[in-house]
């Protein structure tokens, strides 16, 4: 039976659900259209991983394998909004809020002894991080802004600031010892079972993964960060950014990146503070208190220790004789490198260099900035955008062109498929992978603490990659362009498969090149000076940074994007678009009952999935009701019904008012489906009669604080209250009914 799944998430996402959602229930029940919620969020994930310790209403199915399992089935139809990718911190913060909520969790166990220990830490484990887009991916991604967002940008542009010549603001990247130097890379001739293992300096062999399963054709790569050069490094870029007088910010993936990343982000923590871990380093350590977790999570911890005053005292004085730190909230005293998860590089990149490359100091003003990124594989993409900007000045949104994205990220494809096979190095040896026959595939010479890891890349992925690139190519007539290095050993296989794969396909008259990351991205901004497109056809780290960083310029959000993820196995799993800001705009909720949350996203995939159910279901009512919500988006974005950013203004409720009023009156005025223009003609005129009386109740709350009972697990009823203020409104929805 085809049904929508309309996943709850976290955070602002889930919120907006509590108002959007009896909305599309409402309109799609009126359509004989099917539609179910699954709960993915951060909560439900950490409460389904233990339903012995939960009683029989606590308990909370592992919808997140569920809907796993129908990502690989013709019948999938699943709408994703944004959801949390858990920090170590994060995860800590939702285990003691459920525990407050009375469910019986254990402890995140930091450093686990005992087999029970070690048997909870694992399933911790497989909450954290990106847990949710891995196992829904059953395909790679077409994500682009739709043709009514871009006309809108154009004109109704965004502010940019403006870009002077003389900006001292850079990257700085290793280049060398890095995880993009020292990879190796082989291609699976034969279906095999491989073994991960650590060879120290006497013989002593250590299995760190027993069974890695690949395929005939899979890509397989393994490579290393060396700690000590990159120690070395971030001593240099601190002394540089003083040297400068600009400001440090380091920019990491923690969430994503959930094994390699906090650990990086720990070395910068004590890079930046030496003197801090030179004399209480063990203290802290024996403490269980971890750099990884940050600045903030040391702070808070350290007060309970014999010298917790003298170890404050050194981070004040470690802070007063470094260079200035970049700011998450200089208000509130939060650095860059207060908390892993606060700085994202694919949100924190684009915004630095929107706003004329500057991050804020703890000053309150805007500085120059040496943005540190140690790995080198992506790091020259910013740099060459940085350096356009530098040379011709800020991008115009009124005149600039496109770059969507075809993404590699099917089956967990590349880095972000890493984190089981990511290890740090327990001592000096040797870290090689190896087939069922005993022979050596790859292998690194490794010292204690070098973070290395393996990743995978199958065949069917890669070949489904070519084939929407070539088939986005030929719908949209723009140049594809595989961004992709041959002087790096995973690229240069990649390179050698789609080179295989592209005479598979119709190019003729067709444009597709490949072109190393950098000179790709010179050669995307050289076209959107032009007001050109052109196709970024990405691994899944580039992916992820593209579909920021693009639509950020251009738009001035990447929330507003169209992202269809076509299975492999027919079926179609459609995203909302990015979640970044999305802490920001809760904390503006509780304090002043006001949502700025954005559900354009939510809109622009709601048309693919109710046409998609058009075509499973045979119901040609879900088709109309996609044309008209199609329509009826294009004249809220022209009529400017988004949210507005401060209390006075509509907000998300007031948002999806409007989305249902002109949704009404589509489907109201259209003539596809007599049953179904009689059915909505009241609403219709319900909804415009009552305009004002609508808004005035969704307004009428605002300004004041609001309960939702929870951040990682809202109360249902105090969100459905805090979420739906208008009586008016609901009424009329059930009218449908």
């Known amino acids: 039976m085809a049904t929508i799944i309309y996943t709850h998430t976290d955070e602002a996402p889930l919120l907006a659900t509590y108002s959007f959602l009896p909305i599309v229930s409402a309109f799609a029940g009126a359509a004989g259209v099917d539609v179910e919620t699954r709960d993915i969020s951060l909560a439900g994930r950490i409460l389904a991983q233990f339903p012995e310790r939960l009683t029989e209403e606590q308990r909370v199915g592992d919808h997140l394998a569920e809907l796993g399992q129908l990502a690989t089935t013709p019948e999938a139809n699943i709408i994703k909004l944004p959801n949390i990718s858990a920090s170590v911190p994060q995860l800590k913060a939702a285990v003691r809020e459920l525990q407050g909520q009375g469910y019986d969790l254990p402890d995140y166990p930091e ?335 490794v010292q204690p603490g070098d973070i290395w890891r393996a990743c995978q890349t199958k065949d069917e992925p890669i070949r489904d990659w070519v084939k929407l690139a070539v088939s986005r190519a030929r719908a949209t007539g723009a140049p594809a362009v595989f961004w992709l290095d041959e002087t790096r050993a995973h690229d240069a296989n990649l390179i050698a498969k789609v080179r295989e794969y592209l005479p598979e396909h119709d190019t003729e008259g067709l444009t597709i090149e490949i072109m190393a990351p950098a000179e790709a991205t010179a050669y995307s901004l050289e076209r959107i000076r032009r007001g050109e497109d052109t196709i970024s056809v990405t691994g899944n780290v580039l992916r992820d940074y593209n579909t920021d960083l693009f639509p950020i310029l251009e738009l001035g959000t990447s929330a507003k994007m169209l992202s269809v993820v076509p299975l492999m196995n027919g079926g179609g799993l459609f995203e909302t678009g990015a979640g970044g800001s999305a802490p920001k705009h809760v904390q503006q909720l509780v304090k002043e009952n006001y949502l700025r949350w954005d559900s354009l996203g939510e809109f622009f995939a709601l048309v693919p999935s109710l046409e998609l159910y058009a075509e499973q279901a045979g119901n040609p009512a879900a088709q109309v009701l996609a044309d008209a919500l199609d329509r009826a988006t294009e004249t809220f974005l022209n009529e400017d019904r988004s949210p507005t950013r401060r209390v006075g203004g509509i907000d998300n409720r007031g948002s999806h008012f409007y989305l249902a009023l002109y949704w009404a009156q589509e489907l109201a005025g259209q003539d596809d489906d007599a049953a179904l223009a009689e059915k909505f003609r009241p609403l219709a005129d319900t909804l415009a009669a009552q305009e004002e009386a609508i808004v005035a109740e969704l307004n009428g709350v605002q300004g004041s604080p609001a309960d939702v009972g929870g951040y990682y697990r809202p109360d249902p009823a105090k969100a459905d209250a805090v979420m739906r203020p208008s009586r008016t409104l609901n009424e009329a929805l059930a009218s449908l009914g």
């Open 111 to 445: 450093n686990p002894q005992t087999d029970e220990e070690r048997e909870t830490r694992a399933k911790y484990d497989k909450v954290k991080g990106s847990a949710v887009n891995p196992v829904l991916r059953e395909g790679n991604s077409d994500r682009r802004a739709p043709a009514s967002v871009k006309n809108y940008a154009k004109a109704h542009p965004h502010r940019m600031g403006a870009w002077s010549s003389d900006s001292k603001t850079n990257v700085a990247t290793m280049g060398e010892r890095d995880f993009r130097s020292n990879e190796r890379s082989v291609v699976v001739e034969a279906d095999d079972t491989l073994r991960i293992e650590h060879v120290a300096a006497d013989g002593t062999t250590t299995v760190l993964k027993e069974s890695v399963p690949v395929l005939a054709g899979e890509v397989v790569d393994a490579t290393f960060m060396d700690v000590a050069a990159l120690r070395r490094f971030l001593t240099e870029q601190v002394a540089r950014a003083k040297a400068e007088g600009v400001l440090f910010s380091a920019h990491l993936k923690a969430t994503m990146m959930k094994v390699s990343d906090p650990i990086i982000f720990g070395h910068v923590v004590q890079a930046f503070f030496p003197t801090l871990f030179e004399q209480y380093g063990e203290q802290l350590a024996a403490a269980g208190i971890s750099p990884n977790d940050g600045l903030g999570a040391l702070l808070s911890a350290v007060g309970d220790l014999p010298d917790g005053d003298a170890i404050k005292a050194a981070v004040e004085q470690g802070l007063a004789d470094g260079p200035a730190l970049a700011m998450v909230d200089s208000d509130k005293g939060i650095t860059n490198l207060h908390v892993p998860s606060d700085v994202i590089i694919d949100a924190s990149m684009p915004a630095m260099i929107r706003t004329s490359g500057h991050m804020w100091g703890p000053d309150g003003e805007e500085h120059d900035t040496l943005a540190v990124i140690p790995d080198s594989s992506y790091a020259g993409v910013y740099q060459t955008v940085i350096d356009d900007c530098r040379a011709h000045g800020a991008f115009d949104p009124a005149t600039m062109g496109s770059v969507p994205n075809v993404g590699l990220m099917a089956k967990a494809a590349e880095e972000y498929g890493s984190h089981d096979k990511t290890f740090e190095v327990p001592a000096a040896g040797t870290v090689r992978v190896v087939a069922s026959s005993g022979d050596v595939l790859l292998e690194h010479e």
